[in-house]
């Protein structure tokens, strides 16, 4: 069960610099306050001033160091008040951690946060990564000022690559963020909307999954696993490598393959190694299954070497890493040949 929180992120969207002191959290934070607390940090600095936390009232009181002690000063006549060192240190949100939750409650590749340079209070959090050779980065941004946030969009719709923009709530994204995000095929999602409080843990809410929350994204960006000219992608999952992948022939035609336990079955064709004119098994193929043969060698000994197979295993190399979209070259040097740097085994 995860409920939600009232307060935080409104609250998130009215700190400048995400810092403040304890009682000013508390006051802005209210019942979400202990939710939260374990990502307020103190730092080394002493507050200069502190907003008057008394119902109905905005004034700023100044803190005065005074023969060892702290005084909270109101210019305004409110009572002046002496406080504790701590109350008065400045407690600023740990975006690491904080981000970190937002990520993986998000089931996002998730990365140690990072200011975006030249876009203040925006931080990557991670990447959307929902199948090997499809990455988005993730950015979130702290800001309640819709032109500070249309500023964000224009930033990142600079770089040319679709991406996920994260605020604490929708009340500063305006029609003109929402038009430019939408003409370059991006995403923008509201924390007060998905995440709430798990048992002292960021999660997502009740009735939302991870992969509801990209279903649209995904499908404008992800293709089908099979094209309409019958070849097919495998659906790598994302940061699979060559060592992961298994390809084991059922017959002549057809592998059986398994990444990380994503299976399948698929023909010569759907991997893009079948001649049009006749849908017989290309030379390529034909050179996947001598690897087979030879246990994920191919040397000399074999009785289909041949100086041809030079070229032949670099048209197989770009026919895999196009199925499976794994960076980096399927095959190694190995004495006189070639080793597989995934398994292939020949049919039983």
């Not at 960006?221 to 992961?244: K, M, S, Y």
């Not at 191919?298 to 041949?306: E, F, G, Q, T």
Request: proline share 5%; net charge neutral; charged share 25%.
């Amino acid at each position: 069960m995860s409920r939600p929180l009232k307060q935080l992120w409104s609250a998130l969207e009215q700190v400048p610099d995400l810092a403040g002191v304890p009682s000013e959290w508390r006051s802005l934070l209210g019942g979400d306050y202990e939710a939260v607390a374990r990502f307020l940090l103190p730092t080394k600095r002493i507050a200069g001033s502190v907003r008057c936390t008394a119902p109905g009232w905005t004034c700023i009181h100044e803190i005065r160091k005074f023969r060892g002690e702290y005084l909270e000063v109101c210019p305004d006549g409110c009572k002046p008040t002496t406080r504790s060192r701590d109350e008065v240190v400045v407690h600023r949100l740990d975006v690491v951690g904080f981000a970190r939750e937002i990520a993986e409650s998000l089931d996002l590749e998730a990365l140690p946060a990072e200011a975006v340079p030249n876009m203040a209070g925006v931080w990557r959090i991670g990447e959307f990564a929902p199948s090997a050779g499809y990455r988005y980065a993730v950015c979130l941004a702290f800001t309640g000022e819709p032109d500070v946030l249309r500023s964000v969009v224009d930033g990142m719709a600079a770089r040319g690559e679709p991406f996920v923009l994260i605020a604490p709530t929708r009340s500063a994204f305006g029609h003109a963020a929402a038009d430019l995000l939408k003409r370059t095929g991006s995403l923008f999602l509201s924390l007060d909307e998905l995440i709430g409080d798990g048992d002292g843990r960021l999660s997502l809410l009740d009735g939302h999954s991870a992969a509801g929350v990209f279903a649209e994204f995904r499908a404008a960006h992800v293709p089908e696993p099979e094209a309409e000219d019958g070849t097919a992608f495998f659906p790598t999952p994302a940061g699979a490598r060559w060592e992961h992948v298994s390809i084991r022939f059922i017959d002549r035609h057809s592998v059986y393959i398994n990444v990380q336990g994503v299976t399948g079955k698929y023909h010569c064709a759907q991997m893009g190694m079948a001649r049009k004119n006749n849908a017989k098994p290309t030379v390529q193929w034909d050179l996947l299954e001598a690897f087979a043969e030879g246990h994920g060698r191919l040397d000399w000994r074999n009785s289909k070497a041949s100086r041809k197979n030079q070229k032949r295993k670099e048209n197989l190399a770009a026919d895999l890493q196009r199925f499976f979209r794994i960076d980096g070259d399927p095959f190694a040097l190995e004495g006189d040949g070639w080793r597989a740097r995934f398994a292939v085994a020949i049919r039983e």
